[in-house]
């Protein structure tokens, strides 16, 4: 049974498809700030796009963390995503 989040890879990818753009999605399992900037570096990115849970609310104006440590640290363009 495929998960939320293969799911919302499989739209994103068809999607993107329609559209004549380029791609990559990967799941992998580990710390996601770490993740992120290894996937980054590793595929040699242009861009990442990234999201904000914005799980509390006193955070709703702020970056999530995770999206802060990689956009701090990444070697690409990040575009974050409210």
Request: hydrophobic share 45%.
């Amino acid at each position: 049974m495929p998960t939320s989040s293969s799911s919302a890879a499989v739209t994103a990818t068809a999607s993107a498809d329609e559209r004549g753009i380029a791609l990559h999605t990967e799941i992998r399992a580990g710390h996601p700030a770490q993740e992120l900037l290894r996937v980054t570096h590793d595929q040699d990115a242009d861009l990442l796009v990234l999201g904000r849970s914005g799980h509390a609310a006193i955070w709703g104006r702020f970056i999530g963390t995770t999206a802060e440590q990689v956009a701090r640290h990444v070697e690409c363009s990040v575009l974050i995503a409210t």
